[in-house]
């Protein structure tokens, strides 16, 4: 289970960037059910991160953005069901998405923050682009 806290001040964010994550994935990354977010690419990592629940247009938690591991192979991938929690993985899926993004440190939110999401933001929010309290 994830440490359950309460939400910072927007004023004292411990993160500069949040990242976008669809449901059912960021539900089991905050109840401390999986660490690895599987995606489609590599990217820079070794900072805090806010987790944003997709299309609910507020950051549910926060994390440490450990690294990001090799491409994962077919056996890998199944063989890590409980680091990732995609369930039957299809071969497009593995495919597509093969990168683990390491999480650490994750912490629940009990009263999530509001914020308006900024136009074209995909997989990463800049907090300083972002509009708080709905």
């Known amino acids: 289970m994830a440490e359950l806290v309460e939400a910072p001040s927007i004023d004292n964010l411990p993160f500069e960037v949040a990242l976008i994550v669809r449901m059912p ?9 999986k660490t690895w977010e599987m995606r489609s690419r590599s990217s820079k990592s070794g900072f805090a991160i806010g987790l944003i629940a997709s299309k609910s247009g507020t950051i549910v938690g926060e994390a440490y953005f450990e690294k990001v591991l090799d491409p994962l192979t077919d056996e890998e991938y199944d063989s890590h ?28 939110y009990k009263n999530p923050i ?3 999401h900024p136009s074209g933001a995909v997989i990463w929010v800049k907090m300083r682009d972002s509009i708080f309290g709905k």
Do not use: A, C, Q
């Open 114 to 116: 509001p914020y308006t």
């Open 25 to 33: 994935h960021i539900g089991h990354i905050v109840d401390g059910l």
């Open 81 to 108: 069901f409980e680091k990732h929690r995609v369930p039957n993985s299809s071969n497009e899926m593995k495919e597509k998405y093969k990168y683990p993004w390491v999480l650490k440190n994750v912490k629940k």
